[in-house]
């Protein structure tokens, strides 16, 4: 009997000891603007969005132990950088996830390549991610240039407006808007009459739209995001533009911007987003969690995208059964079909870019709103194999030749 009972001591530490060794640790970090221009689309609220994913996930998947940390990129690519490589070597970080600025985006993205980790893009636009910077590490979530060229420009252009300017913010992201943009102009029979250049996170935009003024364009296209667009169009709407006969295309418009701006002066906007708090029934009861963290605020089609970003590389992870190997991770995230509660079913393409539908929206009139955060109507949605440019059109190195 004693025999017996110091086998069975040992089997059951041996199992115990077996179901330690299966569970995966993970390390993620979300590496956002805190502090500046672009922290309500991102920030703080991108970092309740990943504490929600970590939290429903381990729920029902024991064998992963997750670790969250966050980081301020400032908007400075070195600063993005910098902290990158410190998470990825010193601090074991699998993932990075976020990034709103394309500018730090493309640079982290190399880092995560080079140190052959993973990286999650929600917050930055430049299609170039999944083009010609692709890589087998980056996988890009929520929305691009691309996507937002041919929703809100096509529209404008089928309705109309066929000459524009455009203000763009002077880095990559306002430079791949204004290009995928202005092509889409142009394909559909438009013209461009020029453009302007503002610095990142600008206070006095009244010398760019005097001169957008002076274009006779019928459209501003305002290339630049967050803090950016807020003030670009307050400050438009004091210059009478809108009331002048000119039309301004918020070419990437979030809802805590719409929020930023108020009704009156935020209706009548069109603008493309893939994720709209209130647009259904799982997005409301998201958004009413998210709100314990984030009070009298309106959550972001970036921080959905963390989210849901965080649920399906944990579902690669676990499949894996690690994390250490960034590219085995990211093959597996492409193998698996996306599903979650907040963008539905969908897929990761071999450039690494998440397809799922995109909608076409138009910002209410105050007396159409019925609560706080009612902000849009529904003008189009543009299925998830139109949303997003063609494979065979990006220049990727992974899938071209």
Not at 68 to 80: A, F, I, R, T
């Amino acid at each position: 009997m004693k025999r017996l009972s110091v086998v069975a001591a040992l089997s059951a530490a041996l199992a115990c000891g077996a179901a330690h060794a299966q569970q995966v640790t993970v390390k993620i970090g979300v590496l956002s603007d805190m502090s500046s221009l672009y922290a309500d689309l991102g920030g703080p609220g991108s970092v309740a969005a990943a504490k929600m994913a970590i939290a429903d996930f381990t729920a029902t998947h024991k064998d992963i132990k997750v670790e969250l940390v966050s980081g301020d990129h400032q908007n400075k690519p070195d600063v993005g950088t910098s902290i990158a490589a410190q998470w990825y070597d010193r601090d074991n970080v699998d993932m990075i996830i976020d990034v709103p600025n394309s500018g730090v985006a493309l640079a982290v993205s190399n880092v995560a390549k080079e140190k052959n980790k993973v990286f999650i893009v929600s917050g930055a636009a430049t299609s170039d991610l999944t083009g010609p910077k692709c890589n087998a590490n980056t996988v890009h979530w929520t929305y691009d240039t691309w996507m937002l060229a041919n929703g809100t420009g096509k529209a404008m252009v089928k309705t109309g407006g066929d000459t524009w300017f455009f203000l763009t913010a002077d880095y990559a992201f306002g430079l791949a808007l204004e290009r995928d943009t202005a092509a889409v102009v142009k394909a559909n029979g438009g013209k461009v009459l020029g453009q302007v250049r503002h610095p990142l996170n600008t206070s006095d935009f009244s010398s760019f739209l005097l001169q957008a003024q002076a274009s006779k364009a019928k459209v501003i296209g305002l290339a630049n995001a967050g803090g950016d667009t807020i003030n670009s169009i307050k400050q438009a709407a004091e210059f009478g533009i809108v009331k002048g006969g000119q039309s301004l295309a918020g070419l990437l418009v979030f809802a805590s911007d719409v929020a930023a701006l108020g009704l009156p002066t935020a209706q009548g906007l069109v603008l493309t987003e893939t994720w709209y708090w209130d647009m259904t029934d799982a997005n409301r009861a998201w958004t009413k969690r998210w709100q314990q963290e984030r009070p009298g605020k309106v959550p972001t089609m970036s921080q959905a995208g963390v989210y849901a970003g965080i649920i399906h590389y944990l579902k690669a992870v676990e499949a894996v059964k690690s994390a250490a190997d960034g590219k085995a991770v990211v093959a597996e995230m492409k193998q698996l079909p996306t599903d979650d509660p907040l963008f539905g079913k969908g897929s990761v393409r071999a450039d690494g870019r998440v397809l799922h539908p995109a909608y076409l929206f138009e910002v209410k009139k105050p007396d159409e709103s019925k609560y706080f955060g009612d902000f849009y109507k529904l003008r189009a949605t543009i299925p998830a194999d139109e949303a997003f440019r063609p494979l065979k059109d990006g220049g990727c190195p992974l899938v071209s030749g």
